[in-house]
């Protein structure tokens, strides 16, 4: 089993920043792709940032490219989201998963088996 817990959200203006860290508990955290997803009300849940296990390749969704930096520190059993130049568009309640040790990374939220519960991010205008 692995625990996710987000942390780092607030309320900001456009053109802030914001750095999100989801601390993991569990097992095998350091062979788990890793995943940042958003939801707003009423919305699907969309992705935003992956990174694999191995190489720590990165992907990004076209919303967030050049504007967001996902990382992790396998030592510390941590991932986070930088968050740069943000936009009222950004808006959401931001989710980290972890998929299946060993898999690779995946835009798909369905390829997750854990989710932390997430922590809200606001860009007022």
């Known amino acids: 089993q692995v625990q996710l817990v987000e942390s780092g959200g607030g309320l900001v203006q456009a053109g802030d920043s914001l750095r999100l860290s989801c601390a993991a508990s569990g097992r095998a955290f350091s062979s788990r792709a890793m995943g940042w997803f958003r939801q707003t009300p009423g919305k699907e849940r969309d992705f935003v940032a992956t990174?694999?296990?191995?190489?720590?390749?990165?992907g990004y969704a076209d919303s967030v490219k050049g504007r967001f930096t996902v990382s992790r520190d396998n030592t510390k059993n941590a991932v986070y989201l930088q968050m740069n130049s943000l936009k009222p568009e950004d808006t959401a309640v931001y989710y980290c998963?972890?998929?299946?040790?060993?898999?690779?990374?995946?835009?798909?939220?369905?390829?997750?088996?854990?989710w932390g519960r997430g922590t809200q991010v606001t860009v007022s205008s």
């Open positions: 998963a972890a998929a299946p040790a060993y898999s690779s990374g995946s835009y798909n939220q369905y390829d997750y088996s854990y």
């Open positions: 990174i694999s296990w191995r190489s720590g390749t990165t």
